[in-house]
């Protein structure tokens, strides 16, 4: 699934975006088009909520008498050019992203987002959902959000027979909230009672983040964190083998034990061909996302004779929506994200709330994984906990809890990842397919002849319209230079970060460029790159 928006004649900017994603009366962005809050269409209303289905749904849009509604189901944003809905159910038979909007003269209304993981026949022997960087601070604060998750886990996995939380429960920097592991406890114990999940096994390990290992042990009940001592521990689940490190401390006793049970498992009959889970909260050099924020050489030496191991790790962020969140070569390593607030590489700007370029590299946006276990294949899915548009600062002030209703929960943040793990080692090791040299090599492309123009912003500043280039994956960044058209001194060069952890994503942004609309020619130069760093052609554009 590409939520990389193809073109289109009218584009809906970031800036609008923006004003539509969060609806009405949340007070971040201003309202769409000039519209007041009782002139604007309410989101559409779906027969059919988001989550996970056995069978192809047929799901009914309904809004308000005279309004029109237009949907899409490719992760962009609807627009009165898209298709519109004429009351016939909208059959979904594969995994999907379905947004609607409705339209009124010319109101444009706020939309909603559901994603659908459609799984037909084979039923799992497990279901697990794996999460990091919790950091709930405040149970106020952070109560309701965890009610929106738990909802959003419940519709993806019903049921699961596990919660791997790995890492960062709390916001322990030094000082002193060790007791907010008993916030974290009571609010999973009541929403796992609210949903039903009496069954299923919540297991955590311990990050950065988290104090000592003595509150994380009298936080929990013991059967959450069963370790013996040293933070590390091996358990089941529905016969599925889960081992749990302790990266924060990763000795050579705790090395020796890894490798024991891993061959312990490796060589026992009743776990043929399945995945060997492990979790622990930091990666590991050399794997996931080009090795940002890892830790501990010795642990990816541990697991390198195990090509069955799946070592799900957190503590850097970054999100799920990068193919780079994936990579195996002696064993698998996966990003987890962050249920919290997510992260970006380093060095590049954004839009920020008033449409100005900002160095941030955060976004209150939130994920988590997913996790169907078959005999001989492990399929993850990588779910959107809250893709809602808003920024990390408001009123200066940086804040990653954005309470629900959100208009993208249980979203998807890109296609299922599949592990093959039947048959012998080495046969394992051929199925590796998210290898380094199976990277993507295709460069973005630009859908248009003309992706750049000239718009006049609010402050009656030039301002640089990108229409979104398209990539089979995701288009990671725009590389952005802007030079006098008569003398080619420099008035702009940055990089300017693509929303895509946004849902759905938007056709295009508008680059704030520090010159005035005052007959001077400008000469602007854009390149789009996609995460493994392949580039466009260069696309160019005078601007008056």
Do not use: C
């Not at 949907?71 to 609607?100: E, F, M, V």
């Not at 096994?201 to 990050?207: E, I, P, Q, S, W």
């Not at 301002?463 to 030079?483: G, M, P, S």
């Amino acid at each position: 699934m590409h939520q990389v928006a193809t073109h289109r004649r009218k584009s809906a900017s970031w800036r609008r975006l923006a004003a539509a994603s969060v609806g009405v009366g949340l007070g971040l962005f201003p309202l769409a088009h000039g519209a007041t809050a009782d002139e604007t269409p309410q989101a559409p209303k779906f027969s059919v909520a988001g989550g996970r289905y056995e069978h192809t749904v047929a799901v009914e849009l309904k809004a308000e008498r005279g309004e029109t509604i237009r949907y899409t189901t490719d992760g962009s944003i609807p627009q009165k050019s898209s298709r519109a809905y004429g009351g016939r159910p909208i059959r979904i038979s594969k995994d999907t992203n379905l947004t609607a909007r409705a339209f009124k003269g010319n109101k444009v209304g706020a939309f909603k987002s559901a994603g659908y993981l459609i799984r037909k026949g084979e039923q799992p022997i497990a279901r697990m959902m794996i999460l990091s960087d919790v950091h709930v601070g405040d149970y106020g604060a952070d109560r309701d959000r965890w009610t929106s998750y738990f909802d959003t886990i419940g519709g993806v996995l019903g049921k699961p027979d596990a919660i791997l939380s790995n890492g960062d429960m709390i916001n322990d920097n030094g000082d002193g909230r060790g007791k907010d592991h008993q916030m974290v406890a009571r609010i999973f114990k009541e929403n796992l009672q609210r949903k039903g999940m009496n069954a299923t096994k919540v297991l955590m390990a311990y990050g950065n983040h988290d104090a000592s290992l003595a509150d994380v042990r009298a936080g929990y009940p013991k059967e959450w964190f069963p370790d013996s001592g040293d933070g590390y521990y091996r358990t089941e689940v529905k016969g599925i083998p889960v081992v749990t490190v302790n990266t924060e401390n990763y000795s050579a006793a705790q090395g020796a034990w890894l490798r024991t049970q891993l061959a312990q498992i490796s060589a026992n009959p009743a776990y043929r061909d399945l995945p060997i889970i492990v979790g622990g909260h930091k990666p590991v050099p050399g794997t996931v996302l080009d090795g940002q924020q890892t830790a501990n050489p010795a642990l990816a030496q541990d697991m390198a004779k195990f090509p069955r191991a799946v070592y799900f790790s957190g503590h850097s962020h970054l999100n799920l929506n990068d193919p780079r969140a994936i990579h195996q070569k002696n064993f698998t390593a996966v990003n987890d994200s962050s249920s919290s607030y997510i992260e970006f590489d380093h060095g590049y700007q954004m839009l920020d709330a008033e449409g100005k370029l900002a160095g941030r590299f955060e976004t209150p946006t939130a994920q988590g994984l997913a996790v169907e276990i078959y005999r001989g294949r492990t399929v993850i899915n990588r779910i959107n906990l809250n893709a809602d548009l808003h920024d990390i600062y408001t009123g200066g002030k940086w804040s990653a809890n954005w309470k629900p209703p959100y208009q993208s929960d249980g979203t998807l943040a890109g296609e299922p990842w599949e592990i093959k793990t039947a048959g012998g080692d080495a046969k394992v090791v051929r199925n590796f397919t998210y290898t380094d040299a199976n990277r993507n090599r295709r460069a973005p492309r630009w859908t248009s002849s003309h992706p750049l123009s000239a718009q006049t912003g609010e402050d009656g500043r030039l301002a640089l319209r990108i229409e979104q280039a398209k990539d089979d994956e995701l288009v990671y960044h725009y590389k952005v230079r802007v030079t006098r058209a008569d003398n080619g001194t420099e008035v702009l060069t940055t990089k300017v970060a693509n929303r895509f952890d946004v849902v759905p994503a938007a056709d295009s942004m508008d680059i704030p460029v520090p010159a005035k609309r005052d007959g001077v020619k400008y000469r602007a130069e854009v390149i789009a790159v996609d995460a493994q760093g392949n580039q466009s052609q260069v696309a160019v554009k005078v601007l008056k």
